[in-house]
């Protein structure tokens, strides 16, 4: 297992950009706008008031290359600067009102559990990169689930069948992909640095 480190300490992908303040903030914005952009690959799924898009798999994928604090705060600006009217939620959208809202609260709390892990190496292999990423995703259900429930006035049941069941192959496969980029990401950055 490959735990590179320039200081001593395990690093995320994010921590290998020179520049701290200047880095720590373009990424978090970039962060931000990679999840705005792919919030707007939308697919609906019928009978569902809530779309499958590629933004929960950019919230985890950017939770896991910042980390904790740079993940959280890059899905916080997300949703803040999306609350005030910019329309780059699913379907360029905009606000905190509809069924799909609770599922950008949960990025926040899933960028900075993913981010966490990612700094303890669990995206350094692709069976701790599925861990991670499928604790990510019950984050995001966490806060979701109860949001469609009082949002489209569902019980759970109603909620859960319509909120996370259809959704569950399309994580999988998402969940896959960061399996493999991930680690793959972390032997290219290890073969950079032995070249050196």
Same mark, same amino acid.
């Given at each position: ?85 910019? *329309? ?37 292999? *692709? ?6 990423? &499928? ?30 069941? *259809? ?9 896959? &992909?960061?399996?493999? &980029? ?15």
């Amino acid at each position: 297992m490959s735990s590179l480190s320039l200081t001593g300490r395990r690093q995320v992908l994010a921590d290998l950009v020179p520049g701290a303040l200047v880095r720590d903030l373009t990424l978090v914005a970039g962060g931000a706008l990679l999840t705005g952009a792919a919030a707007q690959l939308v697919i609906p799924v019928p009978g569902s008031p809530v779309p499958m898009t590629g933004q929960t798999f950019a919230a985890l994928l950017v939770g896991a290359s910042l980390g904790m604090r740079r993940g959280a705060a890059s899905m916080l600006l997300y949703l803040l600067v999306g609350a005030a009217g910019v *329309p780059w939620f699913q379907g360029a959208t905009s606000g905190l009102s509809g069924a799909s809202a609770g599922y950008v609260v949960g990025f926040v709390f899933a960028g900075a559990l993913v981010g966490s892990l990612a700094r303890r190496g669990g995206d350094r292999t *692709p069976l701790r990169t599925v861990g991670t990423m &499928v604790l990510g995703n019950v984050v995001i259900y966490a806060f979701g689930v109860p949001w469609l429930m009082a949002a489209a006035g569902f019980d759970f049941s109603t909620a859960f069948a319509k909120g996370v069941v *259809p959704f569950l192959i399309g994580d999988a496969l998402k969940i896959v &992909v960061a399996a493999g &980029v991930l680690p793959l990401a972390w032997a290219a950055v290890a073969r950079v640095r032995k070249e050196d």
